[in-house]
């Protein structure tokens, strides 16, 4: 059983800074590329940043010097740093992995997908 949690959203005003972080657990063998997406009420989902195990990133062109997507393969774990934000942020945010899970004799390849966390940019 796999599992992405994430934490870190809240309420800030225009301007301010939050930091995402999701934090993958279970019988994992290894995890490839780790992805936030958003979306907005009466909107679709959108891709807001990605990052390989390599650690290539790429981000859309929104939230490009603004945002920054960061992993910590020791604990699992994937950050996005938001500065800068503005009121056309706020949605809910969720991490997306690529986790494969098992051992080194049998493992399977799976997506997941968090629970989602609330982020309000409003004065």
């Known amino acids: 059983q796999v599992q992405l949690v994430e934490s870190g959203g809240g309420l800030v005003q225009p301007g301010g800074s939050l930091r995402l972080s999701c934090a993958a657990s279970?019988?994992?063998?290894?995890?490839?590329?780790m992805t936030w997406y958003r979306q907005a009420p009466g909107k679709q989902r959108e891709l807001v940043a990605t990052i390989t195990s390599g650690g290539s990133t790429n981000y859309a062109d929104s939230v490009k010097g603004r945002f920054t997507i960061s992993r910590d393969n020791a604990r699992k774990t994937v950050h996005l740093q938001m500065n800068s934000l503005k009121p056309e942020d706020t949605a809910v945010y969720s991490c997306?992995?690529?986790?494969?899970?098992?051992?080194?004799?049998?493992?399977?390849?799976?997506?997941?997908w968090g629970q989602g966390t609330q982020v309000t940019v409003s004065s």
């Open positions: 997306n992995a690529d986790i494969t899970v098992g051992t080194i004799i049998l493992r399977r390849r799976g997506n997941y």
């Open positions: 279970g019988a994992i063998y290894s995890i490839g590329d």
